[in-house]
Nanobody
């Protein structure tokens, strides 16, 4: 499956952009899916994940309560609604897919190309 992330850009602190991840080649509902991010000089970190049918979601402590992951399998697309953005959320955001959402940090089979989110204070 090919993943294409979009929706990043320059956002003011407190803003609420939404990232999208469109899948092609295979249907996204075959996979658990999620988002990771990598800030300058730091390692890539887990942000959020969602199960195949969208019934369960998982978040890192740093975004819990501010970000919401969702998916529309009919559109073969996953989303990340980001609210109350902080400058420390600045990073390249990557979408990813694998066999199981809850194991996405240990097995990720597919990666999108990344979209830059820059939060200005």
């Amino acid at each position: 499956v090919q993943l294409q992330a979009s929706g990043g850009g320059l956002v003011q602190a407190g803003g609420s952009p939404r990232l999208s991840c469109a899948a092609s080649g295979r249907t996204l509902n075959r996979y658990g899916a999620g988002w990771f991010r990598q800030a300058p000089g730091k390692e890539r970190e887990f942000v959020a994940a969602i199960t195949r049918n969208g019934g369960s979601t998982y978040y890192s402590d740093s975004v819990k309560g501010r970000f919401t992951i969702s998916r529309d399998n009919a559109k073969n697309t996953m989303y990340l609604q980001m609210n109350s953005l902080k400058p420390e959320d600045t990073a390249v955001y990557y979408c990813a897919a694998g066999p199981a959402a809850q194991a996405l940090t240990t097995r990720t089979d597919y990666w999108g190309q990344g979209t830059q989110v820059t939060v200005s204070s």
